[in-house]
């Protein structure tokens, strides 16, 4: 291979590599130039599978435990084997970034699976889903109601403008009025007591007749029918006398609700307004309030 060189009289020379090392004189100015020989082009070393395993686990398998714990194994045996050879196998950076990326994968993973809101995810795929379907301009000021018949209604407030109406009704639904907050995966539903006697037997019966609501079966998953016996609901703490409050699994989730039995003229209603159990201390005093404003009302003409 030849040798380049440029002396600096501006001559340039190309030499055989057999002088590298000799000075070699200038034919031009006879200045004594230096040769050496050229530098070899480094080997590009070949990357080694785990590594590049690594990177892939690291990807497919993002967000799942198994997956993100295969991607830190594997980049951490690459790294040993490129330690052991390394003139024979390369990819260290690839060992490195399905390690780093595996690590994030699992921590992410074990926030989503302690948590019970995985980084604001599943508000954002709730409020995709039910877009078209919630209103968020009140009927009455800042009240939503629903028409009993030609001439009367009932309404309630809702908590906060966060709140919208679920627009879901179809044929044979029983639940009057349904307020939901999509950010909380909160709800608050109004639906017609069937045959009450009294206050204190259709207290008694709050429980049973929430879970025939639409809007328990609507939240409801085959999984949430593991639990048994079915829970019972208890007197509300902090809240008024005759309020009871509902643990159960729905959806996936323990969540809270909180149940009011009111008498309309005649007529008896049930309010049921609850969210997960973690963010029912939060939202209580929000639901209490709404409780309170239920009225039924003529409608003015």
């Not at 009025?177 to 539903?189: C, G, K, P, S």
Request: net charge neutral.
């Amino acid at each position: 291979m030849a040798i380049s060189l440029t002396c600096t009289c501006g001559a340039r020379l190309e030499i055989d590599d057999k002088f590298a090392g000799q000075v070699i004189p200038c034919p031009d100015c006879q200045r004594p130039l230096q040769t050496t020989a050229p530098a070899e082009a480094p080997r590009e070393l070949p990357v080694g599978g785990m590594a590049l395993a690594s990177v892939i686990t690291a990807v497919t398998g993002a967000y799942t435990v198994v997956g993100s714990l295969a991607a830190i194994a594997l980049g951490y045996f690459a790294l040993r084997q490129i330690a052991r050879s390394p003139e024979r196998v390369g990819g260290l950076n690839f060992a490195r970034a399905g390690m780093i990326a595996g690590g994030v994968g699992l921590l992410f993973t074990v926030v989503t699976m302690i948590t019970d809101a995985p980084l604001g995810m599943d508000a954002l795929l709730r409020e995709y889903r039910y877009a078209g379907d919630v209103d968020y301009r009140p009927t009455d000021g800042n009240f939503f109601r629903a028409t009993l018949g030609k001439d009367e209604y009932i309404g309630i407030e809702r908590p906060s403008h966060a709140w919208g109406r679920l627009n879901l009704r179809t044929k044979g639904e029983k639940d009057m009025l349904t307020l939901v907050n999509l950010r909380e995966d909160a709800h608050l539903v109004c639906l017609p007591y069937a045959n009450a006697e009294d206050l204190g037997a259709a207290r008694d019966k709050a429980a049973e007749q929430f879970r025939q609501s639409d809007l328990f079966k609507r939240l409801s998953k085959p999984s949430d029918q593991q639990q048994s016996p079915e829970p019972e609901a208890k007197p509300a703490a902090d809240a008024k006398e005759g309020d009871l409050t509902l643990d159960v699994r729905l959806g996936g989730y323990e969540r809270t609700f909180l149940l009011r039995v009111v008498k309309q003229g005649a007529e008896f209603y049930l309010l049921a307004g609850g969210t997960r159990k973690s963010r029912f201390a939060r939202l209580s005093a929000d639901i209490l309030r709404s409780f309170d404003s239920f009225k039924q009302m003529q409608v003015e003409n």
